[in-house]
């Protein structure tokens, strides 16, 4: 059954030796191991990534269509003017696309292979006003320095680059300098650094980066669990304190609620997860009421959001004080801050003609409802520079957009001056 994995199929026999006994010393882990990231991490599967002004979708055949905000050349065609409409990647014909991520004027996209191509600002550390040099590459180009690691994720945080080998091991760029998580950084730095501490020897089957801090599930032969590394301002270590964490820290509250996660998703400021018996937890920041509890307030450990109980989530996203949740029927829920328009809600204006509403609790998105389909991956951005749009990807690769569209991340044109969509709309790209 091992074999069947595309991950797996390649290994060379002592490459599966050394996993088996990352592991736990059997291929029944294996399996879960290589089930488990294909589950939460949409691995050859299509896509669509709502990144920071610009956007990125992978078809399921692996083509790579990118539009939006273009000006440190992130959208991958030799040129740094902004696409309205999806355009493919044409350097990229004959590769397979089976990853993508989207940062602040930088994308990554990973091939089937392994290799790892970016492209956009020339820099795996500080995105946004940092220190990093006027060098931009326009189209895609192998990242040397990975060449010799199987990578199948990456993810880009403000003030640093994440990647997770096929083996499950994680590696930095960019980090900081002598343990300074996510505070001192160093732009130039294009070498991999494994992640140190309690992961070394725990296969990990999913990362997702912070404004400045990662999470990483971790695949225990006991069970899944998180640990989470960086900054801990607001509590979003979800360790019950605001203190940094300079090595890969358990977060023990999953265990007191009795859930195993299965997917999970980091904001600029706040966390979710999704556990295997469809239950979300939320913390960090609660701003806007994105933790979905009904108030503002912060959360330093993992919390259940009781407004879901009655609902069985399959995955979540998060964005900047923004949170979405898809489940198990395909219903898309979200709170958060109504900025931009980008949870869907298309709320009435008010006495004072303001249209963005937050929301404290989590909400149907019932303009998703009419699309009558099952939505299977939601996206948006995260970031705090960027007003944020909304991705809604259907089981039979309809794509459809909703929120801030002003440099055409959004995939279509606007008209009369608009600079955002309050319902979603279809864009004209087939991901199947």
């Not at 990973?110 to 191509?117: K, N, T």
């Not at 299965?262 to 609660?286: E, L």
């Not at 963005?356 to 996206?379: A, C, F, G, M």
């Amino acid at each position: 059954m091992c074999q069947k994995r595309a991950i797996f199929k390649p290994m060379a026999p002592e490459e599966r030796q050394d996993l088996k006994q990352r592991c736990g010393g059997s291929w029944k882990l294996v399996l879960r191991f290589l089930l488990a990231g294909e589950a939460c991490c949409r691995r050859e599967r299509s896509q669509a990534i709502a990144g920071p002004g610009h956007s990125i979708a992978v078809t399921s055949n692996g083509a790579v269509y990118s539009f939006g905000s273009n000006s440190s050349g992130q959208l991958g065609h030799g040129t740094t003017e902004e696409e309205w409409r999806p355009r493919q990647i044409r350097s990229l014909r004959g590769i397979r696309i089976i990853q993508a991520a989207a940062g602040p004027g930088r994308t990554m996209l990973i091939s089937d292979a392994g290799r790892v191509y970016a492209f956009g600002k020339d820099s795996f550390g500080e995105a946004e006003y940092g220190a990093q040099g006027s060098k931009m590459v326009t189209t895609p180009q192998l990242v040397e320095s990975l060449k010799n690691i199987f990578v199948v994720q990456a993810v880009i945080g403000n003030f640093f680059t994440a990647v997770l080998s096929r083996e499950g091991r994680v590696y930095t760029f960019s980090w900081g300098n002598d343990g300074r998580i996510g505070h001192q950084t160093e732009p130039n730095d294009v070498e991999p650094h494994p992640l140190l501490g309690a992961l070394e020897n725990i296969p990990v089957v999913q990362i997702a980066a912070g404004y400045c801090y990662l999470l990483a599930l971790a695949c225990h032969p006991s069970g899944m669990s998180v640990y989470s590394v960086g900054c801990g301002l607001g509590g979003k270590l979800g360790h019950g304190s605001r203190t940094d964490e300079k090595y890969p820290r358990l977060i023990e509250q999953f265990q007191l609620l009795n859930l195993q996660p299965m997917v999970v998703a980091a904001g600029a400021w706040h966390a979710a997860v999704v556990g295997r018996d469809g239950r979300v937890c939320t913390w960090g920041w609660g701003r806007y009421g994105c933790l979905g509890h009904g108030n503002e307030e912060c959360e330093s450990v993992p919390k259940v959001v009781e407004a879901l109980s009655k609902v069985k989530a399959v995955n979540v996203a998060t964005g900047d004080y923004t949170t979405f949740v898809v489940s198990d029927e395909g219903d898309v829920y979200s709170f958060g801050c109504g900025e931009s328009a980008s949870l869907g809600h298309n709320a009435a204006a008010d006495e004072q003609g303001n249209r963005h509403v937050n929301v404290l609790s989590p909400e149907l998105v019932t303009s998703l409802k009419e699309v009558k389909e099952r939505v299977v991956q939601i996206s948006l951005t995260n970031s705090i520079y960027w007003n944020a749009h909304t991705f809604a990807l259907t089981e039979s690769g309809k794509l459809y957009a909703f929120g801030a569209g002003d440099k055409g991340q959004l995939g279509m044109e606007l008209v009369n001056n608009q600079s955002e969509r309050g319902n979603p709309e279809r864009v004209d790209v087939d991901l199947r």
